[in-house]
């Protein structure tokens, strides 16, 4: 797990998550794109592309 410094409770199996967490909630930078079939969200609009992608493409999306 990687759990967030600060004083929140956020933690994830992945870094990035934990990096997206730290930049939007603590650093206040907006996260630009979103994903127009569930809450994720992404500094690029490639990144929510490939979100998008990786969604329709496996049999039973995750977060979907």
């Known amino acids: 797990f990687f759990n967030c410094i600060t ?3 956020f933690s994830s199996n ?14 206040n930078i907006a996260l630009k794109y ?3 079939i569930c809450d994720f ?3 690029k609009m490639k ?3 490939q979100h998008q992608e990786r969604m329709t493409t496996q049999p039973y999306p995750i977060g979907h």
């Open 7 to 9: 004083n929140c409770n």
């Open 14 to 27: 992945h870094k990035q998550s934990l990096k997206l967490h730290t930049e939007a909630v603590h650093l």
């Open 47 to 49: 990144s929510v592309l």
């Open 34 to 36: 979103s994903c127009s």
């Open 41 to 43: 969200k992404a500094f």
